[in-house]
């Protein structure tokens, strides 16, 4: 067994030997920042490294002698079997705390609730002061059973400053015991006296190939549809492998693409009234928009002939027409105002209008 499967890792293979080399050298730092897109695997990486760090095999491998008189099994940390491997596993070791902001403070209860699932990876959350001081005081005492504690805080950007500060006060002066895994999507987004203490590891993108292989070999994808989900999730694996166990993810995609695909047929009168529909469930529009961008950049990927990059492969035929019938300058026209679309949703700004205003700038084709 490699190292990357030891740890449970697909991909991310030069984090998982930086960190296990820094475990072996007794070198590892006290805090982390993971940096990285949503669902890229940056929560993944950070329960294998609490995995690693309280696994109870010795750090020096260990052959043990099979009873059979056959080859000597080695061990070597994660060994997955052991009680604290195990209960990793499960996500039950008592010496692991992982939080994550909650959608109001309704839904935080210090009696160790914790917040329920995202709907989406667009759900704000806010992560709170009092989460902070809880994980400083449950920090503050020595480990349960293993070595160390080790506190896990998911989306740090979705902390307010008033909480990053409680939390640089656990920073500046952890107990010998405390190991801090922070998750975010851009260091550029936290306080920078927080990320300074960190050491940084920034998760890019796997291949499409090996989010693709993944989801067949691990996850039982058929092949059509790791192939698209693994296109679509830009090689965040996290992400498709979500997506693969939520069919409304697919379902939507195709309900938007089919919706784009007949508004740039329709004319002005048409248009106006598909926009005050699609608009009328603001929540679901920003998805929308994302996956209109993905059409209009496949199409100018046709148009300049490259094919094997193309996203949403199910609409081959579609696309194609289109790159032939729009110039480069309309199919630019179109991906940047659904860009400038979304960027004005961000904003606030009402949706009906952006939505219309949008759908009349489209080119008309088909
Ligand atoms: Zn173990």
């Not at 469930?281 to 990059?309: F, G, K, V, Y």
Request: with cysteine; proline share 4%.
């Amino acid at each position: 067994m490699n190292l990357n499967e030891r740890w449970g890792m697909v991909g991310h293979t030069w984090a998982v030997e930086a960190l296990e080399h820094a475990i072996r050298t007794r070198r590892a730092a006290h805090a982390f920042l993971i940096a990285g897109a949503h669902g890229i695997g940056k929560t993944t990486l950070a329960r294998a490294l609490a995995k690693r760090l309280l696994c109870t095999t010795n750090d020096s491998p260990v052959a043990q002698n099979d009873l059979f008189g056959g080859a000597a099994v080695v061990n070597e940390p994660p060994c997955g079997e052991c009680r604290a491997c195990v209960k990793n596993a499960k996500g039950v070791h008592p010496d692991v705390m992982l939080l994550e902001g909650v959608p109001s403070r309704d839904f935080y209860n210090k009696n160790g609730s914790t917040a329920p699932p995202r709907k989406s990876d667009r759900e704000k959350r806010i992560l709170l002061v009092d989460q902070m001081r809880d994980m400083e005081k449950w920090l503050s005492t020595a480990p349960f059973e293993g070595k160390y504690k080790i506190g896990i805080v998911r989306r740090f950007e979705d902390a307010n400053e008033e909480a990053q500060n409680a939390f640089l006060k656990t920073l500046e002066e952890p107990p010998s015991h405390a190991i801090l895994i922070l998750t975010a999507q851009d260091a550029g987004l936290l306080l920078p006296t927080i990320v300074s203490r960190c050491q940084p590891l920034n998760l890019r993108p796997l291949s499409v190939e090996s989010v693709e292989r993944a989801l067949m070999e691990k996850w039982n994808a058929n092949e059509a549809d790791a192939q698209l989900l693994a296109r679509i999730s830009g090689g965040r694996l996290g992400w498709a492998v979500r997506a693969l166990s939520t069919p409304n993810v697919l379902e939507t995609r195709r309900a938007a693409l089919d919706a784009l695909n007949a508004l740039v047929q329709e004319g002005r009168a048409e248009r106006i009234t598909r926009a005050e529909k699609l608009s009328k469930d603001s929540s679901e529009l920003p998805q929308m928009l994302e996956t209109w961008q993905t059409w209009w950049r496949d199409i100018l990927l046709l148009a300049s002939e490259q094919n094997a990059r193309v996203t949403n492969v199910d609409y081959m035929n579609a696309l194609q027409s289109h790159a032939q019938q729009l110039s480069i300058e309309d199919i630019q026209r179109a991906l940047n105002a659904t860009r400038t679309a979304a960027r004005q949703l961000g904003q606030n700004a009402n949706a009906r209008l952006v939505t219309e205003a949008l759908t009349l700038r489209y080119p008309r084709g088909g």
